[in-house]
């Protein structure tokens, strides 16, 4: 049990990528908190799949873009489970694809929130609760690469995920590491939805490792980075995307 003892929150947890490391962080002993938004339904199937595997987790639904969600979230895992040692920020998203000479600002500014602006206000918001731990930040290959047709927002939003990554690394060491991932195609429903279906066996035929990444390809990395596994690691903008990407 790498984990014992410890809690962990890991926002938008109710799928794909969130809903693995969840269950994967709570299986080697954590209690987990996990945030949803919309709805619940997956968030509380999460909590019911880890409490059956005899592990601890609760659900608390909100917006990590609403000052008062934020706050709600981080004391009920203080409350539930005593403090906070690992952060998780996956939760966000690319919206639409949409090119820059047909972006409203409006839609700059939603993804610009549910991707950096969220990070920042969930790890702020743990800090008067870790004295030491991990946080762990869900960036891109898009933040490398500049991602695919229409996300420039995203790509933008990512990049300046992995610069915070590498700026609060130096702020908050030596007690508390902080590092992130960067996702290549990992089959998710962010590519059943963004990407068509060509590109994706497209994708298959080119990586080197000839498939798709799976959510505990994302998770079993998590683990990694939460645990003192990696314990001179703080900083480090980790790829994930079978070969696609070198950096």
Not at 101 to 112: G, S
Not at 199 to 205: H, W
Request: hydrophobic share 45%; glycine share 12%.
């Amino acid at each position: 049990m790498k984990l014992a003892g410890k809690t962990a929150i890991v926002t938008g947890g109710g799928r794909d990528i969130g809903r693995a490391v969840a269950v994967k962080l709570a299986s080697e002993g954590a209690s987990v908190a996990i945030s949803c938004f919309s709805s619940s339904k997956g968030a509380d199937e999460t909590v019911a799949e880890i409490e059956k595997a005899g592990g601890r987790a609760i659900a608390v639904q909100g917006d990590l873009n609403a000052q008062a969600d934020v706050d709600a979230l981080v004391a009920a895992a203080v409350e539930n489970f005593g403090g906070i040692d690992i952060l998780v920020n996956n939760a966000g998203g690319l919206i639409a694809r949409k090119t820059i000479a047909e972006m409203p600002l409006e839609h700059w500014d939603a993804v610009m929130s549910l991707n950096v602006t969220s990070t920042f206000m969930m790890t702020k918001a743990c800090l008067s609760r870790m004295t030491s731990g991990a946080i762990i930040n869900l960036a891109s290959q898009a933040g490398r690469d500049g991602g695919g047709p229409g996300a420039v927002a995203y790509a933008t939003a990512k990049g300046a995920v992995m610069t915070m990554t590498r700026g609060l690394a130096k702020e908050l060491g030596p007690e508390i590491r902080v590092n992130a991932l960067c996702p290549g195609m990992i089959d998710t429903d962010f590519h059943n939805i963004h990407t068509p279906d060509a590109g994706r066996r497209g994708f298959e035929a080119n990586a080197p490792l000839r498939r798709q990444g799976h959510v505990d390809d994302a998770a079993n990395l998590v683990l990694f980075l939460a645990s003192d596994d990696s314990a001179f690691m703080t900083g480090a903008n980790i790829d994930l995307n079978g070969g696609m990407l070198f950096s």
